[in-house]
Every structure is written in structure tokens, then in C-alpha cells.
């Protein structure tokens, strides 16, 4: 395929760089203007974007001319473009959105399960603690209960001598 920066000479074959009336090489852009969407042109590489002109003014057109129903065409597809782009944007800030909220209730539910282990361990914790302290209460109701037996016993046995 050929250099889009080049032309063929009408007198060899070869095919030569474009060389604009200032000395340098022309470049080859694409028209995205209303009148002319979508067609390639050749052109000056200076260009000043305040007075939307190029340095040395060269300038041609590297297509044929395109037709009304073209121009309609491509404009609408332009413009297709344009709002599938911004729906693209907006699905993708929308997606980021849904992961960040996605990882934040992972995190809580993490942060959930951890408070349920601590809480069970807090359970078997209490567990432990009521069982030391039924325990203490049965040893001592059991000690309290003999000395109140013996101190009965002791009692009606001094009564009866």
C-alpha cells in the first residue's frame, strides 16, 4: 500500500511526498466539518487553530466530492457516535460505581462474620464464665449447706446433752 503522504508523478512512476509551497511535507487528515464529513484531504502542517488557517494554504482534497445523501449519512452516524460514546462513558463510571459498592459490602460482610466469630467467642466466653460461676454457686451452697447442717447438728446434738 502507498504512503498517504505521497503522490504519483505523472512523469515516473514512483511515488513522491507531497511537498506543500512552504518546503514541508503535507500531511494527510480527515474533514469531520458538517459539508464535508469524513473526507481525506492533503494539507500544510502549520496550522494556527485562532484563524482556523494553514500556514501556507496548500490544500486539496484527496476523495471525490460526496453526494447530499452521503454527507446526511455520515453526519448522523457522527452524531450516533458521539451518544454511544457518552453511553459507553457514563455504563463505565456506572460499572466503578458497582464494584466500589460491591467491595465495600464484601468488606462489611467480612467485617460482619468477624463480629459473629467475636460474638460467638464472647458466647462461649459468658458460657464458660456462667458455668465457673454456677459452679462456684453449687460448691458454695453445698459448703454453706453442710456447715449449716453440721452447725444444726451440733446444735441439737448440744440440746440434747
Same mark, same amino acid.
Do not use: H
Given at each position: 500500500?502507498?504512503? %498517504?503522504? =505521497?503522490? =504519483?508523478? *505523472?512523469? #515516473?512512476?514512483?511515488?513522491? %511526498?507531497?511537498?506543500? !509551497?512552504?518546503?514541508?511535507?503535507?500531511?494527510?487528515?480527515?474533514?469531520?466539518?458538517?459539508?464535508?464529513?469524513?473526507?481525506?484531504?492533503?494539507?500544510? %502542517?502549520?496550522?494556527? %487553530?485562532?484563524? @482556523?488557517?494553514?500556514?501556507?494554504? &496548500? !490544500?486539496?482534497?484527496?476523495?471525490?466530492? /460526496?453526494?447530499?445523501? /452521503?454527507?446526511?449519512?455520515?453526519?448522523?452516524?457522527?452524531?450516533?457516535?458521539? +451518544?454511544?460514546?457518552?453511553?459507553?462513558?457514563? +455504563? /463505565? @463510571?456506572?460499572?466503578?460505581?458497582?464494584?466500589?459498592?460491591?467491595?465495600?459490602?464484601?468488606?462489611?460482610? +467480612?467485617? =460482619?462474620? *468477624?463480629?459473629?466469630?467475636?460474638?460467638? @467467642?464472647?458466647?462461649?466466653? &459468658? *458460657?464458660?464464665?456462667?458455668?465457673?460461676?454456677?459452679? *462456684?454457686?453449687?460448691?458454695?451452697?453445698? !459448703?454453706?449447706?453442710?456447715? !449449716?447442717?453440721? =452447725?444444726? &447438728?451440733? #446444735?441439737?446434738?448440744?440440746?440434747?446433752?
Amino acid at each position: 500500500m502507498s504512503d %498517504p503522504n =505521497s503522490y =504519483s508523478c *505523472s512523469r #515516473c512512476s514512483c511515488e513522491c %511526498p507531497r511537498v506543500c !509551497f512552504c518546503g514541508r511535507v503535507a500531511v494527510v487528515l480527515t474533514s469531520w466539518t458538517k459539508d464535508n464529513p469524513g473526507r481525506r484531504f492533503e494539507a500544510c %502542517p502549520i496550522y494556527n %487553530p485562532v484563524t @482556523k488557517t494553514r500556514g501556507c494554504r &496548500c !490544500f486539496r482534497w484527496l476523495d471525490e466530492n /460526496q453526494t447530499t445523501w /452521503q454527507k446526511k449519512v455520515i453526519n448522523q452516524l457522527v452524531i450516533e457516535r458521539k +451518544l454511544l460514546k457518552n453511553e459507553a462513558e457514563m +455504563l /463505565q @463510571k456506572e460499572n466503578d460505581m458497582l464494584k466500589k459498592e460491591a467491595k465495600m459490602m464484601k468488606v462489611g460482610i +467480612l467485617q =460482619s462474620e *468477624s463480629v459473629e466469630v467475636a460474638n460467638d @467467642k464472647e458466647i462461649e466466653g &459468658c *458460657s464458660l464464665v456462667r458455668n465457673i460461676v454456677a459452679g *462456684s454457686f453449687r460448691y458454695l451452697f453445698n !459448703f454453706c449447706t453442710r456447715v !449449716f447442717v453440721f =452447725s444444726f &447438728c451440733d #446444735c441439737v446434738v448440744g440440746q440434747n446433752s
